[in-house]
């Protein structure tokens, strides 16, 4: 259980961190102008990745799949920031 919710707290975090991230420069226009909706949506974003990570099984599954997604987001902000799709 311990390790549920420290992956959940840490890794969460970081998943929360790439959809905020995504928030902010998805839509059109500069960045600046989503900054506080992507600061809005940082919490309940981390608050689901912490529940999620009491949808597994184990501690090592919750780890793997959170860490995984947080892997993901933080590729696709990369990939759309070297593709020059967002400014």
């Not at 929360?16 to 991230?21: I, R, T």
């Not at 809005?40 to 912490?50: C, N, Y």
């Amino acid at each position: 259980m311990w390790a549920r919710a420290l992956a959940g707290l840490v890794a969460g975090f970081f998943v929360a961190a790439a959809g905020a991230g995504l928030v902010a420069w998805v839509p059109p226009g500069p960045w600046e102008g989503a900054i506080v909706p992507s600061l809005i949506t940082f919490i309940p974003f981390w608050m689901l990745a912490a529940l999620w990570a009491f949808a597994f099984r184990s501690g090592v599954r919750a780890w793997a799949a959170l860490g995984t997604s947080a892997l993901a987001g933080f590729a696709l902000l990369w990939l759309l920031r070297a593709a020059h799709l967002v400014q």
